[in-house]
């Protein structure tokens, strides 16, 4: 398959890498033109992830059209205040001439400030309610995923269980085990309220209040 990832922090970036390790054609569209510069020449992102070298289908792209081209799904690496107006500006510059398209994933996580909005939520408001889209999100570490460290993460994405299973088969790997599902909020809402639960059970912890407390 071939996927395109915006946005070259961290997160996006170890997706990118571990796409393309397993055989995918990938393109990585980082938010500045001298930061997709810099990744060309040096294949590895200096910035975030320094030392993980780029695989050979590792592309990076500098605009949206013609990396979105021959794209089946879009990776929406950008933090979730960003996400509505990057969706935009891919319906503005890409949509049309991007036939091959089936649908997006977030890889950010919480809600959209404004509207209190999931990701998906924002998605299909701009992309239609047809287009499918969803998250691909679970406990894991970019610098783990990229170097190729055991892992779990969930798929969660509307549409036809065929394509879930497709997509799944896709992503999956000896070293990173996909789960998928088609309850995109309950992911969402997992996802934003995993680290509220991780700070409260260090504060438990901190007080010393026992295991009671903490479970």
Known sequence: MNFCILGAGAWGTAVAIYLSKIGHVVTLVPRRVEQALSMSSARENQDYLEGVPFDPNLQIGS?????????????????????????????????????????????CKGLEPETNLFA????????GSNFSTGYLTGPSHAED?????????VLAINGSDLDRKKLQSEISSAFLRIYRSDDRTGVALGSCIKNVYAIATGISDGLGLGDNARA
């Open 120 to 127: 998906h939520e924002v998605m299909s408001r701009e992309f």
């Open 63 to 107: 605009s949206l059209k013609p990396a979105l081209m021959e794209s089946d799904y879009i990776f929406f690496a950008c933090p979730s205040h960003a996400l509505r107006e990057t969706c935009q500006q891919v319906i503005e510059q890409a949509i049309p001439s991007s036939p091959r398209l089936r649908g997006a994933l977030a890889l």
């Open 145 to 153: 995923i990229a170097t190729g460290k055991p892992a779990a993460m």
